[in-house]
Protein backbone atom coordinates (compact mmCIF):
# COMPACT_ATOMS: atom_id res chain seq x y z
CA UNK A 1 0.00 0.00 0.00
CA UNK A 2 1.41 3.36 -1.12
CA UNK A 3 0.95 7.10 1.23
CA UNK A 4 -1.64 8.79 -0.09
CA UNK A 5 -2.17 11.78 2.29
CA UNK A 6 -0.41 15.31 2.52
CA UNK A 7 2.95 14.86 3.65
CA UNK A 8 5.78 17.29 4.42
CA UNK A 9 7.66 16.36 2.01
CA UNK A 10 6.92 15.21 -1.58
CA UNK A 11 6.64 11.59 -2.88
CA UNK A 12 7.54 9.85 -6.05
CA UNK A 13 3.90 10.45 -6.93
CA UNK A 14 3.55 13.79 -5.96
CA UNK A 15 6.57 14.78 -8.34
CA UNK A 16 5.41 12.51 -11.50
CA UNK A 17 1.83 14.10 -11.12
CA UNK A 18 3.51 17.88 -10.60
CA UNK A 19 5.67 17.09 -14.15
CA UNK A 20 3.34 15.77 -15.73
CA UNK A 21 0.45 19.06 -15.20
CA UNK A 22 3.41 21.05 -16.18
CA UNK A 23 4.32 19.56 -19.17
CA UNK A 24 0.73 19.02 -20.04
CA UNK A 25 0.18 23.25 -19.85
CA UNK A 26 3.35 23.34 -22.03
CA UNK A 27 2.11 21.24 -24.70
CA UNK A 28 3.15 18.11 -24.51
CA UNK A 29 1.03 15.04 -24.47
CA UNK A 30 1.55 12.65 -21.82
CA UNK A 31 1.93 8.97 -23.92
CA UNK A 32 2.22 7.11 -20.30
CA UNK A 33 3.18 7.11 -17.14
CA UNK A 34 3.92 5.40 -14.06
CA UNK A 35 3.26 5.71 -10.35
CA UNK A 36 4.86 4.26 -7.45
CA UNK A 37 3.70 0.77 -7.65
CA UNK A 38 3.73 0.63 -11.36
CA UNK A 39 6.53 -0.47 -13.78
CA UNK A 40 7.74 1.35 -16.73
CA UNK A 41 9.03 4.68 -17.43
CA UNK A 42 7.74 6.87 -15.02
CA UNK A 43 6.88 9.70 -17.77
CA UNK A 44 7.16 9.12 -21.03
CA UNK A 45 5.57 12.66 -23.18
CA UNK A 46 5.80 13.75 -27.37
CA UNK A 47 5.36 17.31 -28.57
CA UNK A 48 5.08 16.89 -32.54
CA UNK A 49 8.64 14.63 -33.20
CA UNK A 50 10.06 15.25 -30.02
CA UNK A 51 10.13 12.76 -27.54
CA UNK A 52 10.66 12.73 -23.67
CA UNK A 53 11.49 9.93 -21.13
CA UNK A 54 11.52 10.96 -17.30
CA UNK A 55 12.90 9.19 -14.31
CA UNK A 56 11.53 10.64 -11.16
CA UNK A 57 12.64 10.39 -7.47
CA UNK A 58 10.53 11.52 -4.50
CA UNK A 59 12.18 12.40 -1.29
CA UNK A 60 10.98 9.68 1.66
CA UNK A 61 9.34 6.29 0.77
CA UNK A 62 5.64 6.23 0.66
CA UNK A 63 5.50 2.43 1.19
CA UNK A 64 3.45 1.78 3.99
CA UNK A 65 5.48 -1.30 4.58
CA UNK A 66 8.99 0.65 4.43
CA UNK A 67 11.27 1.10 7.87
CA UNK A 68 11.81 4.88 6.54
CA UNK A 69 7.85 4.61 5.77
CA UNK A 70 7.01 8.72 6.27
CA UNK A 71 10.39 9.86 6.71
CA UNK A 72 12.39 12.15 4.48
CA UNK A 73 15.52 10.09 2.53
CA UNK A 74 18.89 10.69 4.42
CA UNK A 75 21.65 12.36 2.25
CA UNK A 76 23.18 8.77 1.41
CA UNK A 77 19.97 7.39 0.07
CA UNK A 78 19.47 10.75 -1.72
CA UNK A 79 22.68 10.10 -3.43
CA UNK A 80 21.71 6.55 -4.34
CA UNK A 81 18.50 7.86 -5.81
CA UNK A 82 19.17 10.42 -7.74
CA UNK A 83 21.98 8.04 -9.27
CA UNK A 84 19.50 5.62 -10.41
CA UNK A 85 17.78 8.43 -12.15
CA UNK A 86 21.05 9.55 -13.88
CA UNK A 87 21.96 6.45 -14.60
CA UNK A 88 18.21 5.75 -16.53
CA UNK A 89 18.53 9.16 -18.16
CA UNK A 90 21.75 8.42 -19.80
CA UNK A 91 20.50 5.11 -21.06
CA UNK A 92 17.75 6.68 -22.52
CA UNK A 93 19.77 9.60 -23.77
CA UNK A 94 22.62 6.96 -25.37
CA UNK A 95 19.32 6.21 -27.73
CA UNK A 96 19.02 9.21 -29.43
CA UNK A 97 15.58 9.10 -29.45
CA UNK A 98 14.17 11.20 -27.00
CA UNK A 99 15.58 13.86 -24.87
CA UNK A 100 15.97 12.12 -21.38
CA UNK A 101 15.41 13.93 -17.53
CA UNK A 102 15.37 13.55 -14.05
CA UNK A 103 12.58 14.82 -12.12
CA UNK A 104 13.19 15.80 -8.13
CA UNK A 105 12.10 17.42 -5.61
CA UNK A 106 13.75 20.55 -5.25
CA UNK A 107 15.15 19.65 -1.35
CA UNK A 108 18.44 20.75 -0.18
CA UNK A 109 20.04 16.95 -0.51
CA UNK A 110 18.58 16.74 -4.21
CA UNK A 111 20.22 20.39 -5.39
CA UNK A 112 23.57 19.77 -3.69
CA UNK A 113 23.69 16.32 -5.51
CA UNK A 114 23.12 17.26 -8.71
CA UNK A 115 24.85 20.49 -8.62
CA UNK A 116 27.61 18.64 -8.04
CA UNK A 117 27.20 16.70 -11.85
CA UNK A 118 25.47 19.58 -13.59
CA UNK A 119 28.03 19.89 -15.87
CA UNK A 120 27.99 16.57 -17.20
CA UNK A 121 24.67 16.65 -17.18
CA UNK A 122 24.11 19.70 -19.36
CA UNK A 123 26.66 18.08 -21.71
CA UNK A 124 24.47 15.11 -22.30
CA UNK A 125 21.23 17.22 -22.67
CA UNK A 126 20.01 15.78 -19.24
CA UNK A 127 17.07 18.13 -18.40
CA UNK A 128 16.58 18.43 -14.50
CA UNK A 129 12.60 18.80 -13.61
CA UNK A 130 12.39 20.60 -9.63
CA UNK A 131 9.40 20.38 -7.88
CA UNK A 132 9.06 22.36 -5.28
CA UNK A 133 6.82 21.59 -2.04
CA UNK A 134 4.07 23.64 -3.68
CA UNK A 135 4.34 21.52 -6.75
CA UNK A 136 5.53 24.25 -8.45
CA UNK A 137 8.02 23.08 -11.52
CA UNK A 138 11.15 24.64 -12.61
CA UNK A 139 13.28 23.00 -15.37
CA UNK A 140 16.80 23.43 -16.42
CA UNK A 141 17.77 22.05 -19.85
CA UNK A 142 20.41 22.83 -22.54
CA UNK A 143 18.05 24.06 -25.65
CA UNK A 144 20.91 23.19 -27.77
CA UNK A 145 20.91 19.26 -27.43
CA UNK A 146 18.72 17.38 -29.11
CA UNK A 147 18.00 13.44 -29.46
CA UNK A 148 19.70 12.31 -33.18
Do not use: C
Not at 16 to 26: G, K
Not at 72 to 92: D, E, G, L, W, Y
Not at 110 to 135: C, D, K, N, Q, Y
Amino acid sequence: MTHTGPSPFLYEDDVVRAVIEYLAADGWTIDSFALSHQHGDDIVASRGAQHLIIEAKGDGSSKSNSARFGKPFTRNQVKTHVSVAVVRAMQVASTGLAFAAVALPASEFHRLEVERIAPALRSIGIWVFWVSPAHLVEVQRDHQRRPS
